[in-house]
């Protein structure tokens, strides 16, 4: 049977869901691959807002396979270039974590710009425990959203998190109950793909940028002024004086 990932369109919204729950939703290398198409698949298709990862049974992801950690870092193809390719998706990300996220499986949560969780989350980096030095990306990913502080706290410490925790040092953006979680993440994914294309996605990009201290003004700017010339501004006004749900098309 294939335990990959798969990978859902419909109209403006993505799910990308991991489906291997015998196994905790463990990533193995050939996922790696099949996660990183997955990504560019959203990318190419220009209606996509929004993509969403999700994972099937009691836990969320276990992370990497332990057993196969040594090809983890293969230059070109490694863990933390599938979740740099989280990051930089061009749609808005959303991770619903419905269990348990352990180990690199946090850093790809954390990639994503939203990290709805379930009380019943919990989380914890057990790299040093496990005497494995993390990679680079994924460390700035930590410092830059959870702070150098909370990084270490994690990373040096192995200490596990509840969900209440999780949402206090920030790597959780919504906590909502168990109950709860489909409804709430449904309406947050109807939210965000209810927006002006242009912007959302203009700003998701550059936001990243900033969080990582590489923005580039004109960039910014360029961005700014094709907003400022498109028909979406135009029927996002009318419509507000209408009061009526904008009808956006991303020019």
């Not at 997955?38 to 049974?57: A, C, D, K, M, Y």
């Not at 070109?76 to 749609?91: I, K, L, S």
């Not at 180990?103 to 919990?122: K, N, P, Q």
């Not at 200490?159 to 109950?179: I, N, S, W, Y």
Request: glycine share 8%; with cysteine.
């Amino acid at each position: 049977m294939n335990h990959a990932p798969t990978l859902d369109i419909h109209g403006h919204v993505a799910t990308l869901t991991l489906q291997r729950p015998a196994a905790a939703n463990k990533i193995t290398p050939h996922d790696l691959v099949t996660l990183r198409q997955h990504v560019e698949t959203v990318n190419q298709t220009p209606e996509v807002l929004l993509l969403v990862l999700r994972s099937t049974g009691k836990h969320f992801c276990a992370g990497y396979d332990i057993t196969q950690v040594g090809g983890s870092q293969t230059e070109g193809q490694g863990f933390g270039e599938m979740v740099d390719a989280v990051e930089n998706c061009r749609a808005v990300t959303l991770a619903v974590v419905q269990g348990g996220v352990y180990g690199g499986a946090t850093d790809m949560v954390l990639a994503c710009d939203f990290r709805m969780g379930s009380t019943a989350v919990e989380m914890f980096m057990p790299a040093a425990r496990l005497g494995l030095h993390y990679y680079l990306s994924g460390m700035e990913r930590y410092v830059s959203r959870l702070g150098v502080d909370m990084a270490k706290r994690l990373f040096l410490t192995a200490e596990k998190l509840d969900a209440q925790a999780m949402r206090d040092c920030g790597f959780l953006t919504h906590l909502v109950p168990v109950e709860a979680l489909e409804e709430q993440s449904n309406a947050l994914c109807t939210q965000l793909a209810a927006m002006a294309p242009l912007a959302l996605l203009g700003m998701k990009h550059h936001l990243n940028r900033i969080a990582r201290g590489k923005v580039d003004p004109h960039a910014v700017r360029a961005s700014v002024l094709q907003t400022l010339a498109s028909d979406d501004l135009k029927e996002g006004g009318l419509a507000w004086k209408e009061k009526r749900q904008p009808k956006f098309t991303g020019r």
